[in-house]
């Protein structure tokens, strides 16, 4: 199966712009979506496909894609930020699911 | 609202079973495959089976294969995983989740609040 390797951790000051990274050979056939965990809570879809964002899902969230690395923007963190965040696509080595290791990121 | 329940988590010792179910409401539920995703504690997010919508097909992570099997009940909008010979590495909280794909676009949408499994002597 495949892998898709994001940064364990990430900080950023209040305010500023923070780019998360996901990088995997799926994501060369396959968009990556985004998911973000805050403690003791389920996962939250963020971010998926291009660059679309749910309803209610702040529009500071974009999402790029360049080659096999996708990228999780948020343009002015905001402390509400703080969170754990995954990626995720299906496996272009066997048709099912991978996620990345997942980035803790700190708003300072 | 398009909503997602997990029940059927708690503690059990190494070698037992325990079966997780998961009621979908909100949406039609026979239209969508569904997954089971599990975490373990303070780790990250790991995916363990897929159901397609009609349960024609089930697929499961090598992890859990042979002691895992997921099913549906589109009559009543109800997902499940029964899970066999557990081990103390089966701990985790575990979650269901729509699978939402169009075209190369595969997202998770909802998820469930998550059942914690505890396998434990």
């Known amino acids: 199966s495949s892998e898709l390797t994001q940064d364990p951790a990430v900080s950023v000051a209040l305010g500023q712009t923070v780019r998360i990274t996901c990088q995997g050979d799926?994501?060369?056939?396959?968009?990556a979506s985004w998911y973000q965990q805050k403690p003791g809570q389920a996962p939250v879809l963020v971010i998926y496909?291009?660059?679309n964002r749910p309803s209610g899902i702040p529009d500071r969230f974009s999402g790029s894609t360049s080659g096999n690395t996708a990228s999780l923007t948020i343009t002015g963190a905001q402390a509400e930020d703080e969170a754990d965040y995954y990626c995720?696509?299906?496996?272009?080595?066997?048709?099912?699911?991978?996620f990345g290791g997942g980035t803790k990121l700190t708003v300072l | 609202q398009v909503q997602l329940v997990e029940s059927g988590g708690g503690v059990v010792q190494p070698g037992r079973s325990l079966r997780l179910s998961c009621a979908a409401s909100?949406?039609?539920?026979?239209?969508?495959?569904m997954h089971w995703v599990r975490q373990a504690p303070g780790k990250g997010l790991e995916w363990v089976a897929v159901?397609?919508?009609?349960?024609?097909?089930?697929y499961s992570a090598d992890s859990v294969k042979g002691r895992f099997t997921i099913s549906r009940d589109n009559s009543k909008n109800t997902l499940s995983l029964q899970m066999n010979s557990l081990r103390v590495e089966d701990t985790a909280v575990y979650y269901c989740?729509?699978?939402?794909?169009?075209?190369?676009?595969?997202?998770?949408?909802?998820w469930g609040q998550g059942t914690l499994v505890t396998v434990s002597s």
């Open positions: 989740a729509r699978e939402v794909t169009v075209d190369t676009v595969m997202r998770f949408d909802p």
């Open positions: 909100g949406f039609t539920f026979s239209s969508y495959a």
């Open positions: 159901i397609t919508y009609d349960g024609s097909n089930k």
């Open positions: 799926s994501l060369t056939n396959y968009y």
């Open positions: 496909g291009k660059n």
């Open positions: 995720n696509s299906r496996d272009s080595s066997n048709g099912l699911v991978v």
